[in-house]
């Protein structure tokens, strides 16, 4: 397969935020209703301001490299007897019948599969408005990615399962120029800078944004949090909206990637993942009685509001693509100074990556070729890396920042 590299062009822009009030909420609906009249604007606000580090422009630079921890000790690679109801995908689309291809599980109702995936931006910062988010266990796959001020936002990838809630939605970034692409999908965020609306308008999916205008969305009411973190979403509907506009339709993905119950030969033992994004803390810990990774952030467990439920996932992803900022597009204002550009994550081409699975580590190389590619994986042979059945949770990591990672076997 050959691979290319994508390049976006650049805008010049000032700075405006985006964002629109929805409809109110029901009650019992996630967060709890409002005590008094909510609030008549709204604006975005960094949790912490970084100063903004020269422009650079990387585009055609190789990836970096990647520090890999070494793990010597710890329980062996779980061994698996392939059996023949043992699940293995080929990384193509005739393997799916039945199946979601984000995820590799058996689906249900395989209409399900007939709709079109939506992203959702989520807000992760800070941590007393935005903790617990809703629907964060019924996406297939979440992207997690800095931001201005150091601080960690979601995209977060829904198919086939409609959770009630989802939130709070926030605004998007130059990430979400490539992730709905990625997945032939909508994109639902609250607004966004004017250069990032730019890309967004004028990309080749401008007729798939969901603003919080659309039916849907909807404003909790509740005064105990900024305006801007009140903003959630009635999946249901929103999809139901999606198909008004004529684009409910089965996605049409670029690439798939391999799944597999058997664990591969030659992990390393990964009991715990601690991945420190400076202003903000993630710890995965291996749970061999249900076969996920649970999540902690910020020494907290990270729970679903929806259920209650920690986070958990079957493989954690943690790339290190290049981060530069934009010189043409500033995401925050300060006294008429730009304080922070915003941050384009460069998503195609290929790098080093690390896949964690069933209590394992292992060392892969990531791929996008393709515009309309979804993120793949081979190993070292260059083979296609499987994934364990389940959701993914992908880190994205500054590839210039000291020791983000460490891994105890």
Not at 264 to 271: D, F, I, K, N, R
Not at 273 to 283: A, L, M, P, R, S
Request: net charge negative; charged share 20%; proline share 11%.
């Amino acid at each position: 397969m050959f691979w290319k590299r994508l390049l976006l062009p650049f805008i010049v822009v000032v700075l405006m935020l985006a964002a629109c009030g929805g409809g109110n909420a029901r009650p019992g609906e996630i967060p709890p209703p409002p005590t008094s009249a909510m609030a008549t604007a709204e604006a975005e606000v960094a949790a912490t301001i970084s100063p903004v580090p020269s422009p650079t422009t990387a585009a055609t630079l190789p990836p970096p490299p990647v520090v890999i921890p070494t793990a010597t000790d710890g329980p062996p690679t779980p061994e698996v007897t392939p059996t023949p109801d043992t699940v293995v995908l080929a990384p193509e689309k005739d393997a799916f019948i039945g199946r979601n291809p984000l995820t590799g599980e058996e689906v249900v109702d395989p209409a399900d599969l007939q709709r079109r995936p939506i992203a959702v931006k989520l807000a992760n910062a800070p941590a007393d408005y935005t903790r617990p988010q809703a629907g964060l266990n019924d996406a297939d796959i979440i992207y997690e990615h800095w931001t201005e001020g150091s601080v960690t936002r979601f995209t977060a990838i829904f198919y086939d399962t409609v959770p009630p809630n989802v939130g709070p939605v926030r605004s998007a970034r130059l990430i979400d120029v490539e992730l709905p692409a990625m997945y032939d999908a909508m994109l639902a965020f609250s607004g966004a800078s004017v250069g990032v609306n730019h890309r967004l308008n004028d990309s080749d999916f401008s007729d798939r944004l969901l603003r919080s205008g659309d039916p849907g969305f909807y404003r909790t009411g509740d005064e105990t949090k900024p305006f801007e973190h009140t903003l959630y979403i009635r999946m249901e509907q929103l999809w139901q909206a999606v198909a008004d506009k004529g684009l409910n339709t089965p996605p049409n993905f670029g690439t798939y990637n391999a799944f597999s119950e058997i664990p591969p030969e030659g992990g390393t033992p990964a009991s715990v993942i601690e991945i420190d994004y400076k202003t903000e803390k993630v710890e995965w810990r291996w749970d061999p009685e249900i076969g996920k990774y649970r999540r902690w952030m910020d020494f907290k467990e990270h729970v679903d509001a929806n259920t209650e439920e920690q986070v958990a996932v079957a493989n954690v992803i943690y790339l290190t693509p290049y981060h530069v900022n934009d010189p043409t597009i500033c995401e925050q204002i300060n006294n008429g100074v730009c304080a922070a550009l915003s941050i384009e994550i460069q998503l195609w081409g290929s790098g080093p990556a690390l896949v964690f699975r069933d209590g394992q580590q292992y060392n892969v190389t990531w791929h996008r070729e393709g515009r309309n590619d979804q993120l793949t994986f081979t190993d070292a042979d260059g083979n296609p890396f499987p994934l364990q059945i389940g959701h993914s949770w992908v880190q994205l990591m500054p590839n210039y920042l000291p020791n983000p990672l460490a891994v105890t076997p």
